[in-house]
């Protein structure tokens, strides 16, 4: 569920590690069916065969797949979620940079740290985690993100 705190200890985070989520491996079959719900059927991301030419030596993840795994992996321990929290709306990325490819059967595990929170209007509050999608065994991530998510309080 990630962290848990009041309204009151939210400036106290800021700056810091407020998730770290499980591994999850990236199958073929996932590959597959974001390929399918979005229409990009690119071989390097569905035909093995043809994949394992070029210089990823196999099928990789389609970066928004990967990208689109932080919502998520936050609900599996990531990010600061508040007290009395109403909803939380996604409200964007400043940022986005995909670093390195996730190879078919990878695992990944994002990284959270909070980076700023503000009261926006009453009982909102705007709050920015970088986001590292971390590729086990490799050194460079899969990404790294700046991610806005509103919470509303009650």
């Given amino acids: 569920m990630g962290n848990v705190v009041s309204i009151n200890q939210l400036a106290d985070y800021v700056g810091k590690e407020v998730g770290l989520t ?3 491996e990236i199958d073929q ?3 597959n069916q974001f390929a399918d719900a979005t229409g990009d059927h ?3 991301h569905i035909d093995p065969e043809r ?3 070029t210089p ?3 099928t990789i993840a389609h970066g928004f797949l990967t990208l689109s795994l932080m919502s998520m992996l936050s609900s599996q321990n990531g990010g600061i979620k508040l007290e009395n929290s109403v909803m939380g709306i996604n409200y964007g990325l400043d940022k986005v940079r995909f670093i390195n490819p996730v190879k078919v059967n990878q695992k990944i595990r994002a ?3 909070l980076a700023s929170a503000e009261e926006k209007k009453p009982n909102h509050y705007l709050m920015k985690h970088n986001v590292t999608i971390e590729i086990e065994g490799e050194e460079k991530p899969a990404l ?3 991610w806005l998510g509103m919470t ?3």
């Fill in 22 to 24: 499980d591994w999850i």
């Fill in 51 to 53: 994949a394992a030419q």
């Fill in 144 to 146: 790294i993100a700046e």
């Fill in 152 to 154: 509303v309080v009650a």
């Fill in 42 to 44: 690119q071989y390097i």
């Fill in 111 to 113: 990284r959270f740290e």
């Fill in 29 to 31: 079959d996932r590959i």
């Fill in 56 to 58: 990823f030596g196999t």
